[in-house]
């Protein structure tokens, strides 16, 4: 997995830090959801439960995570949060090139 440095954090995420801790190395990172780059041209971002990103089946080194939420809810609404600013920043939805990311 890659992440973001500045990542897009829902209110309820008081330490990056420790989650992003707990979904890399912890036994069960359960609880939380991780926004990324789509892998899919045709759409804008992903949401993935954190632990379905500790499963074999999954290759992450593909993955790049740009925000974290506690429920499924706020994941929405950290998505809305990037496009928002990637749209009111640019006019457009070029999320990679507005975040810097190659």
């Not at 995420?13 to 069960?28: D, L």
């Not at 045709?42 to 939420?69: M, Q």
Request: proline share 3%; hydrophobic share 40%.
């Amino acid at each position: 997995m890659k992440w973001y440095k500045k990542l897009y954090l829902g209110e309820s995420i008081k330490q990056a830090k420790w989650v992003r801790f707990k979904i890399a190395y912890g036994r069960k990172p359960e609880g939380y959801y991780c926004i990324a780059l789509s892998a899919n041209d045709k759409n804008l971002l992903d949401i993935y439960p954190s632990l379905l990103l500790r499963k074999p089946v999954l290759d992450t080194n593909e993955i790049y995570i740009l925000g974290l939420a506690s429920t499924k809810k706020e994941a929405f609404n950290v998505v809305a949060t990037i496009i928002e600013d990637v749209y009111v920043h640019t006019r457009g939805f070029d999320i990679k090139a507005y975040l810097g990311i190659t």
